[in-house]
């Protein structure tokens, strides 16, 4: 399956972005699907995952509240809605797919999209 991710850019803090990943070659609701983060000098990290009905889902504590992920498998694409942004919000974003109904661990996801920059000024 391949995947990719856009609507990535610059963000004022308090503001909001919202990412959308695209899946081809295999129908999404076959997938878990995933959100994580890397920012420059740390590890990838898991940020939200959803299960392949989207009547699951599963947060990072520090954007529980503020970030909501969502499907839509009949367009085969994942959503992450990030609102009250913050500074610390900054770093590329990946969209990642696991071939079982859930996933909460970053080596469970065995496809994943190029990223996407998200920048949060202050």
């Known amino acids: 399956v391949q995947l990719q991710a856009s609507g990535g850019g610059l963000a004022q803090a308090g503001g909001s972005l919202r990412l959308s990943c695209a899946a081809s070659?295999?129908?999404?609701?076959?997938?878990?699907m995933g959100w994580f983060r890397q920012a420059p000098g740390k590890e990838r990290e898991l940020v939200a995952a959803i299960n392949w009905t989207g009547g699951r889902t599963n947060y990072a504590d520090s954007v529980k509240g503020r970030f909501t992920i969502s499907r839509d498998n009949a367009k085969n694409t994942v959503y992450l809605q990030m609102n009250s942004l913050k500074p610390e919000n900054t770093a590329v974003y990946y969209c990642a797919a696991a071939p079982r109904p859930m996933a909460f661990h970053k080596n469970e996801y065995d496809y994943w999209g190029q990223g996407t920059l998200v920048t949060v000024s202050s």
């Open positions: 070659g295999r129908p999404s609701s076959s997938f878990a």
